[in-house]
């Protein structure tokens, strides 16, 4: 059984070091982030779950590593953005994903969203930018 946690940002959480949220739930376990439009979340990478990430963004969250640096990565990916998210990669999903965008998605090295062989979903919204 996986461990599950929750974090809803209107601040700032910034990370000198290498992640700025990491969850270790096991596979089984779910992390939620709900970053508001006054959110910022940023490190050498974003958010990284072993599990499933559950992200609901309306502000930015933002890898500063230029090499493999990725903003959102799990190994189930859930993304609602309306937001910014930018990374080398910026979604990076081990397994499946679901994407739904109205905002901006950058890959600073190239992927913006990194889709698997399983059944991943992308829904575009007017006003993505990808």
Do not use: E, W
């Amino acid at each position: 059984v996986g461990t599950d946690g929750s974090i809803r940002n209107s601040g700032s959480i910034i990370s000198d070091g290498l992640l700025a949220i990491s969850h270790a739930g096991g596979q089984d376990g779910v992390l939620t982030v709900t970053n508001q439009t006054s959110g910022v979340i940023m490190g050498g990478s974003g958010i990284s779950s072993d599990g499933t990430v559950n992200l609901f963004n309306l502000g930015t969250i933002q890898a500063t590593v230029s090499a493999g640096g990725f903003a959102v990565n799990g190994n189930v990916v859930n993304v609602t953005n309306s937001g910014s998210i930018v990374g080398a990669i910026g979604i990076l999903s081990l397994n499946t994903a679901t994407t739904t965008n109205s905002g901006t998605i950058t890959g600073t090295g190239g992927t913006a969203i990194k889709l698997t062989n399983a059944a991943d979903t992308l829904t575009l919204l007017p006003g993505s930018k990808i």
